[in-house]
């Protein structure tokens, strides 16, 4: 199966910061989700994107499939933003197919 | 909608005892997973169904564990017996096609 690397493993951030966080994979993948898991631990997709860009408020995402690659950007960072932030890609042709999560952000903003 | 519903939110059992998970998918999503998250393995698929046809269980531990997609509507997650290991967040997630996997609120399982 394909491998999900993520960085930074956990970064902190003042109020009002800007941050990328990065996700690589070992192999070409068909979808690419991102997620954020908030301090109660419920699962939110922040962003489906396979390719180019989306913008969703301060939220932005990036993937470049040829160089296998994917950018989530957090502009002025709020408290309410912190938690994990998981990207996950979808393997196979066929609908529902398998969706590998890498390890996670771990993101703090201190007000 | 109401999302996808997960029950219970909280089990703690006994190890050897039977421990059922439940999961409603979103109306009108063809695809259900089940998924398991641990500190030291982070999440992981367990198995997927596709039309209630369950697809790829490669990710289900051992025989203990069994899940079921009797209709729609409706998808089961059994562990039996139950032992300590099991101890987890148990995530189910629906979606339609290959777009956005809509997460549930997990069950968390503890198994003394």
């Known amino acids: 199966g394909i491998q999900v690397e993520q960085s930074p493993p956990d970064l902190i951030l003042q109020e009002g910061a800007n941050s990328t966080l990065r996700c690589n994979f070992s192999d070409s993948v068909n979808n690419l989700q991102w997620f954020h898991q908030n301090p109660w631990g419920q699962l939110i997709n922040l962003f489906y994107?396979?390719?180019g860009t989306k913008q969703n408020g301060r939220l932005s995402a990036t993937t470049v499939a040829t160089e296998r690659y994917s950018l989530l950007y957090i502009s002025s960072s709020q408290t309410t933003d912190s938690g994990v932030y998981f990207c996950a890609g979808e393997e196979g042709e066929t609908s529902g197919s398998r969706l590998t999560f890498g390890e996670g952000t771990q993101l703090t903003v201190n007000p | 909608d109401a999302g996808v519903i997960q029950s219970p939110r909280h089990e703690v059992t006994e190890m050897g005892q039977e421990v059922t998970l439940r999961c409603k998918p979103i109306?009108?999503?063809?695809?259900l997973f089940w998924y398991r998250q641990t500190m030291m393995r982070g999440l992981e698929l367990l198995i997927y169904?596709?039309?209630?046809?369950?697809?790829?269980d490669s990710g289900m531990p051992e025989d203990r564990f069994s899940a079921k997609m009797p209709n729609a509507s409706f998808s089961t997650l059994k562990i039996q017996p139950s032992e300590p290991r099991d101890s987890a967040v148990y995530f189910c997630?629906?979606?339609?096609?290959?777009?956005?996997?809509?997460f549930g609120p997990g069950t968390r399982l503890l198994v003394l």
């Open positions: 169904f596709n039309n209630n046809v369950p697809i790829d």
């Open positions: 994107i396979p390719s």
């Open positions: 109306s009108g999503h063809n695809s």
């Open positions: 997630a629906s979606t339609v096609g290959l777009g956005t996997q809509y």
